[in-house]
């Protein structure tokens, strides 16, 4: 997908990132934590890889953060990719973007040597618990001994009274930063795809993922434990936390 004659990459990506921040409580604070603990855990990481990149925000924290590592983004939505290689251009060849399906294993053959750690931020709740624990078994194979995986994610609660809590103070939360020009999810989408040229922005984004059937609110913590122990991993832990929204993962 190419962008349309006269497109202002660098207008959407600042709409794209005031609508995340109202989604996302700490959205800053999430993303450099993630670059952190690559630091923290990582004597000398060469290669981050970023599981669903989308507008590539993980990447950027990353590469800013440590000048040695090059990263690989994957992300199945072309639209997304057009402002990732917007915001990560500065990078140079630090930063290469691969249009892939995470549920496809052969994305993994795409990847140059050694994996040091593994990101994500809110997209594995898009897949199936059934793909996510394919997911991450691939991961442990492709990790080198010692590396991160990490995803900041929904994160559900097995307890409906909690949920029902936690999706309130999120609410509550949300309606005391919003700015007052920020687009919500459907009004962005709406704006940008015509901006694109996209008739039907939504018959467009769900022909990609035909078959979708993600959880919306985020598996518990819990279950990502469990399946990451299937996987192999060892070491589970959950680095940070905000009612709904988490930072969990493993290391090898």
Known sequence: MRAPEGFDATEWLARWDRMQEYYLAHRPERLALLAWLVQATQASPRLVVDLGCGTGSVMAAVLEALPEVAAVGLDLDPALLILAEKRLAHFGDRARLLQRDLRDGSWAECLDGPVDAALSATALHWMGPEEVEELYARLYRILRPGGLFASADHAGSADARLQSAWEQHREEMRARTRPPDTEDWGAFWT?????????????????????????????????????????????????????????????R
Do not use: K
């Open 191 to 251: 704006a940008y795809g015509a901006a694109l040229g996209m008739a039907d922005v939504r018959a467009f984004r769900m022909s990609l993922v035909p078959d979708w059937h993600g959880v919306e609110n985020g598996l518990p913590v819990a279950w990502h434990f469990d399946a990451l122990r299937r996987a192999g991993f060892a070491t589970v832990d959950c680095f940070w936390r905000c009612d709904c929204d988490a930072i969990f993962g493993a290391l």
